[in-house]
């Protein structure tokens, strides 16, 4: 992590993500193809949860490319979100805003809240408006006290400046925190 005096600009790797709600222009086609139907992991994921309707599905190439995004987005942030039949509801608690990316937020802060919690300190006493992190998009425009509020989950159970995850979707990430701690691999999450 890095600041641009000059920009003003704070480069971050893992710290904080910003996922976009429109896909990238650079979305590989293939992964367009693989990831907007119904390919057979969403099949078997539907299969598991019974559906009744078979969901919307997209039509237009728009609609294709979105529908793959959201659904490669929710893999990579949570490995088994709830639901890819329809992402939608999902995608939003995450899309476009700046925030902790699940897998940070539950597997590694939480387990270090306190210094993770300090290092925010220290870095919200830099003079920065924007921040670029590693993955998705950049830059973000933002403020000290909003690239703070990212972290507000470690202070508040319920914070509304913090994006609440949905349950159904963490609910792999906690397992694994599960397993994680009671093999003393990882802290039990104390609140600071």
């Not at 940070?104 to 003079?127: N, T, Y």
Request: hydrophobic letters at 45%; glycine letters at 2%.
């Amino acid at each position: 992590m890095s600041l641009l005096n000059r920009t003003k600009t704070l480069l971050v790797t893992d710290a904080v993500i910003y996922v976009p709600s429109e896909p990238p222009e650079v979305l590989d086609p293939r992964a367009i193809q693989r990831y907007s139907g119904l390919n057979l992991v969403v099949r078997l994921q539907k299969g598991f949860r019974q559906h009744a309707e078979d969901g919307v599905q997209p039509e237009t190439k728009e609609e294709r490319s979105l529908w793959a995004w959201m659904r490669i987005v929710l893999l990579v942030l949570y490995f088994r979100p709830f639901d890819l039949v329809d992402p939608q509801s999902s995608f939003r608690v995450v899309a476009d805003r700046l925030l902790v990316a699940p897998v940070m937020r539950i597997l590694v802060f939480k387990s270090i809240s306190r210094a993770v919690l300090d290092w925010v300190q220290d870095v919200c006493e830099w003079d920065f408006k924007r921040v670029i992190p590693a993955h998705f998009e950049g830059p973000v425009a933002t403020s000290p006290n909003e690239f703070r509020q990212c972290f507000s989950f470690l202070e508040v159970e319920d914070s509304t400046t913090c994006p609440q995850l949905r349950p159904e979707d963490r609910s792999l990430l906690d397992s694994i925190r599960s397993l994680l701690e009671d093999a003393g691999v990882i802290l039990p999450f104390r609140r600071t």
